[in-house]
């Protein structure tokens, strides 16, 4: 099982960014695939969730509608475009997939996930 990170990088207030998760190893179909962060000296958050399942999407509240996951199915590979960016998003990004077949708790990535990336750094500047 892999998930793989990439976009990430530095840009400056008020900037977009385009995170992928590229997965592969399991069947993207049966499994959620969330992000999350963790910024400088702060606990790891929930930032969002999209099911393989059947497509539901869920964004944290705190993201004031800025940001948007979004998958591919037919490349296995789950979004997270980044606009209006702020300082506070600063962070190291992660995905991560959960098996949700008939488990609506796990198909909002809100409970333990299966699998990890290792992480990308997003900074923003002022």
């Known amino acids: 099982v892999q998930l793989v990170e990439s976009g990430g990088g530095s840009v400056q207030a008020g900037e977009s960014l385009r995170l992928s998760c590229a997965t592969s190893?399991?069947?993207?179909?049966?499994?959620?695939i969330g992000w999350f962060r963790q910024p400088p000296g702060k606990d790891r958050e929930w930032v969002a969730c999209?099911?393989?399942?059947?497509?539901?999407?869920y964004h944290a509240d705190f993201l004031e509608g800025r940001f948007t996951i979004s998958s591919d199915k037919a490349k296995s590979t789950v979004y997270l475009q980044m606009n209006n960016m702020k300082i506070k998003d600063t962070a190291v990004y992660t995905c991560?997939?959960?098996?949700?077949?008939?488990?609506?708790?796990?198909?909002?990535?809100?409970?333990?996930?299966?699998?990890w990336g290792s992480g990308i750094q997003v900074s923003v500047a002022s």
């Open positions: 991560a997939a959960v098996m949700a077949v008939n488990d609506g708790y796990a198909a909002r990535c809100v409970g333990a996930m299966d699998y």
């Open positions: 190893g399991f069947t993207f179909s049966d499994y959620a």
């Open positions: 999209i099911s393989g399942i059947d497509g539901e999407i």
